[in-house]
């Protein structure tokens, strides 16, 4: 997380980090340490005590002198003698060697505990002016910072990531889904054209044999019809014949009609 995503994500809000003593200074600090910082390590302390127990190895220190001006991500710790716990908060842009301005949390309004052990919040995570009176130093995040928001950026990446991979098996298993369906279509139409190639078959094999017996049948009409044919043919020869043998010149118009007839 930067730091504006840390001013964006906390600015009016309350956060009891430690889940102890209710909302201190310290929890913004705690929580800034671990989530802006990158030191996985919870630093034991009041506020005051900040400044020699953060650590080295993610911190470079400076002291408060009269020209110090600190720069936005910069912690400001206080003195003990402040209030006698001490205070932090985190450094924004536009400190001045007069004045800071600051996003902490128990300022300007002190919590209090209460008679039976609850707590009475203060003020909530806000940018606020502050003076220098009675700051100790200033811890200064080392350069894994960079690093640190890299990593943020690669787990965000990852998220992504992950969110389009469960997209894609969203998508896998509906087209599977669709797929199969499909497939049952498709064997019940193969199944069905099967049947129909069956009833073809079949109509195809009676088809054909009434051909043959319709073709039998032309075959001996065909035949039967040549026979008539020469039996007629056989019947104009013989009256022809009738017809020279006999002098049908003679014959009245009545026995020439008597003759076709025979
Ligand atoms: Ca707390």
Request: hydrophobic share 30%; aromatic share 12%.
């Amino acid at each position: 997380m930067t730091l504006n995503e840390f001013v964006q994500r906390w600015n009016g809000q309350y956060d009891d980090f430690d889940n102890y003593a209710s909302t201190q200074c310290k929890d913004t600090f705690s929580r800034y340490n671990r989530d802006v910082v990158g030191n996985p390590n919870y630093v034991l302390g009041d506020a005051w005590e900040l400044y020699a127990k953060a650590p080295d190895s993610y911190y470079e220190k400076i002291r408060n002198t009269a020209s110090f001006i600190p720069r936005a991500g910069d912690v400001c710790v206080w003195d003990k003698s402040y209030g006698g716990y001490g205070h932090v908060a985190i450094c924004l842009d536009g400190c001045t060697a007069n004045s800071l301005r600051v996003l902490g949390q128990n300022y300007p309004v002190t919590s209090k505990q209460n008679a039976d052990g609850s707590w009475t919040k203060g003020s909530p995570n806000q940018i606020v002016t502050m003076s220098y009176n009675k700051v100790y130093g200033f811890l200064r995040p080392k350069e894994n910072m960079d690093l640190l928001a890299e990593l943020n950026n690669c787990k965000s990446n990852l998220t992504l990531n992950e969110k389009a991979v469960k997209e894609l098996d969203a998508k896998y298993t509906e087209l599977s889904i669709y797929y199969t369906d499909t497939r049952t279509q498709l064997e019940k139409v193969n199944k069905s054209y099967e049947e129909l190639d069956t009833d073809f078959d079949t109509y195809r094999e009676d088809s054909a044999d009434k051909i043959d017996e319709l073709g039998e049948t032309i075959k001996k009409n065909k035949e039967q019809a040549i026979l008539d044919l020469a039996t007629k043919q056989k019947k104009i020869d013989d009256l022809e014949q009738a017809i020279k043998d006999k002098d049908i010149s003679k014959l009245s118009f009545w026995q020439k009609v008597a003759l076709l007839f025979t």
